[in-house]
């Protein structure tokens, strides 16, 4: 555990950040949060995620993906990073890299992502744009952990938003994420308060 008995938990970074800025901002807010930030690990510098670590006050590590030999080593250098900073669960938001198994070997059963559509629809980098160019009228976000595959793992938590007459890829982001900025930081809570349990892909919330 960390300070004050709270569970340190690394946010994996490659872009703006606005999830890690949900999750710092609920971690401050709620005194019941259950967990701390301690660390920032991002895979490429300049993101503006790399500027939210640093207002508020969080450390962060900068583990460029052409500085490895390979996945396999990328992944243990992520690792390696968070766990300097003692974290025993990562938290991916908006972290555009797929881990090798080694992370789930690590942080067993301790890894969480959090995805722009209602999987196990649109999996990959563009769920957004393709669910609107699939004329579905639901989409939304969810909440998962990490397995082996690629947007894959047991889910944790899901929220349907309507796809609009008018839509584009930013306009419908933009309501999936302000949904995502509120179901990400509770499923953070609910873990690191011990009440997720995993059974199969099934995932009891207590
Ligand atoms: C989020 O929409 C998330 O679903 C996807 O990448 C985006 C990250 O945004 N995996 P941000 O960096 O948290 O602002």
Not at 92 to 109: D, E, V
Not at 161 to 174: F, H, I, K, R, Y
């Amino acid at each position: 555990m960390g300070g004050k008995g709270l569970l340190p938990i690394a946010v994996l970074v490659s872009g703006s950040g606005s999830n890690l800025q949900a999750i710092l901002d609920a971690a401050a807010a709620d005194p019941d949060f259950g967990a701390e930030v301690v660390a920032v690990v991002a895979d490429r510098p300049g993101v503006g995620a790399l500027d939210r670590a640093q207002a508020a006050g969080v450390p962060s590590e900068i583990v460029p993906w052409s500085g490895s030999r390979d996945r396999d080593a990328f992944t243990e250098a992520i690792c390696d990073a968070a766990e300097r900073h003692g974290a025993r669960a990562l938290v991916l938001a908006g972290f555009m890299r797929i881990l090798a198994p080694g992370a789930m070997a690590r942080f067993p059963a301790a890894i969480l992502n959090v995805h722009p559509a209602l999987l196990p629809a649109f999996p990959g980098a563009h769920a957004v744009r393709q669910a609107l160019e699939h004329g579905v009228k639901l989409t939304g976000a969810t909440v998962h952990f990490v397995d082996e595959q690629v947007d894959h793992g047991p889910i944790v938590a899901q929220e349907a938003v309507p796809v609009l007459e008018g839509d584009d890829e930013a306009s419908l982001q933009a309501r999936i994420q302000a949904v995502e900025h509120r179901l990400y930081p509770a499923v953070v809570k609910a873990f690191a308060g011990g009440r997720l349990r995993v059974e199969g892909r099934t995932v009891h919330w207590r």
